[in-house]
């Protein structure tokens, strides 16, 4: 009786989903795809919200109790001690302070991560937001300077690291910069120069929400770090 049944029960199935099959396919609710997004100016200021979140996140607050970006570049050095309850408690800390540190370090890994979390969000603004209305360009002018600072500190830590202008799949495998270590920082220089005119400035020392964004004044200091770390002393001034 099994032998009979089982094939008999197949065969209801298939001809019950056969028939419900277009009753099945129902378009997701409340999901917007992406070539359908970063269409208009709220789209647009959208993404460059989700930009400034994921900058706060891995640069400015980071998952656990300390933020890695100034760990990193600022506990290297005679003047910071890395302390905690007992040695070997902020280890990670105390690696980067002592020079004792390897490729596994946390602290080294999560600031690289997260700056090209940083380039990656960037980047999805700029392949995709046009420039059509002032709004967009100024939302694609915040991304491009944010880019350009987050490729700076690479190069500052890294030398050459990957320079990364666009999206790419997720099988890709990017090299090291072949131009060198100064012709990075001039395109991180160059890209903050070139959008300066499309950026808000900050109104004056209490303008808090100038404070909070990317203006003018954040574009020059971005140009002006870059040509300073790669020797262009008269331009950097």
Not at 54 to 70: D, M, Q, S
Not at 73 to 88: C, H, R, T, V
Not at 131 to 144: G, L, Q, T
Not at 217 to 231: D, I, Q, S
Request: glycine share 8%; with cysteine.
């Amino acid at each position: 009786m099994k032998k009979i049944l089982y094939p008999i029960l197949g065969l209801c199935a298939a001809m019950f989903l056969g028939g419900c099959e277009d009753r099945l396919d129902i378009e997701q609710k409340g999901v917007i795809s992406a070539d359908d997004f970063y269409q208009t100016d709220d789209d647009a200021q959208n993404a460059l919200n989700n930009l400034y979140q994921c900058f706060a996140y891995h640069i400015a607050g980071n998952e656990g109790i300390y933020v890695a970006l100034p760990v990193l570049f600022n506990e290297a050095g005679d003047d910071m001690l890395a302390a905690g309850n007992m040695y070997g408690d902020n280890d990670f800390g105390a690696q980067i302070n002592e020079f004792r540190y390897d490729y596994q370090n946390e602290v080294i890994k999560n600031t690289y991560t997260g700056l090209y979390a940083v380039v990656y969000d960037a980047n999805t603004i700029i392949d995709r937001v046009p420039d059509d209305s002032p709004i967009k360009k100024r939302v694609r002018a915040e991304a491009i300077t944010l880019r350009a600072w987050a490729h700076m500190m690479l190069a500052i830590g890294w030398d050459c690291p990957p320079l990364v202008e666009t999206v790419l799949p997720g099988d890709a495998r990017p090299s090291n910069y072949e131009g060198g270590h100064v012709e990075l920082l001039r395109w991180c220089a160059e890209q903050a120069e070139s959008v300066v005119n499309d950026l808000e400035e900050r109104i004056s020392p209490t303008d808090k929400v100038g404070a909070s964004k990317v203006t003018k004044g954040m574009a020059l200091t971005v140009a002006g770090k870059a040509r300073l770390f790669m020797g262009d002393y008269e331009n950097a001034k």
